[in-house]
Nanobody
Framework: EVQLVESGGGSVLTGGSLRLSCVAS?????MGWVRQAPAKEREVVAA???????GYGDSMKGRVTISKDNAKNTLFLQMNSLEPEDTAMYYC????????????????????WGQGTQVTVSS
C-alpha cells in the first residue's frame, strides 16, 4: 500500500501563491491533487499520469501547475492567483492504473489518498 504525505498548505491572502508537496512511500503510476471544500463535492484539481499526460480541472485551470520529481517520489502543485473560493482541504492521490490524465480528472478514481493539507484564502 502506498502512503502519501502532503505539506505546504496554509493561509494566504487573495492573489497569493502556495506550493503543495506530496511524498509517496513508493513509486506510483499516476498521481493527482483533489480538493474538497465544506458542503461541496470533491473535485480533481490536476492529475499527472504514468504516460506523461497532464490534466487540469476547470476550477483552477490556468492558475495551477502540477509536476513531479520521480527520483524523490514527490508530487507538487504550484498554485497562483488564489481566491477565497479555493479554500479547501487539498488531498494528494495516487493510482496504480495506467490511464491518461483525463480519466483521473473526470473520474477522481484514485487508489490511495493522503490525509490532506488545508488551504485557506482570505480577502
Amino acid at each position: 500500500e502506498v502512503q502519501l504525505v502532503e505539506s505546504g498548505g496554509g493561509s494566504v491572502l487573495t492573489g497569493g501563491s502556495l506550493r503543495l508537496s506530496c511524498v509517496a512511500s513508493s513509486s506510483t503510476f499516476s498521481m493527482g491533487w483533489v480538493r474538497q471544500a465544506p458542503a461541496k463535492e470533491r473535485e480533481v484539481v490536476a492529475a499527472l499520469a504514468s504516460d506523461g499526460t497532464i490534466g487540469y480541472g476547470d476550477s483552477m485551470k490556468g492558475r495551477v501547475t502540477i509536476s513531479k520529481d520521480n527520483a524523490k517520489n514527490t508530487l507538487f502543485l504550484q498554485m497562483n492567483s488564489l481566491e477565497p473560493e479555493d479554500t479547501a482541504m487539498y488531498y494528494c492521490a495516487a493510482s496504480e492504473t495506467r490511464l491518461k490524465a483525463a480519466y483521473f480528472v473526470n473520474s477522481g478514481n484514485f487508489d490511495y489518498w493522503g490525509q490532506g493539507t488545508q488551504v485557506t484564502v482570505s480577502s
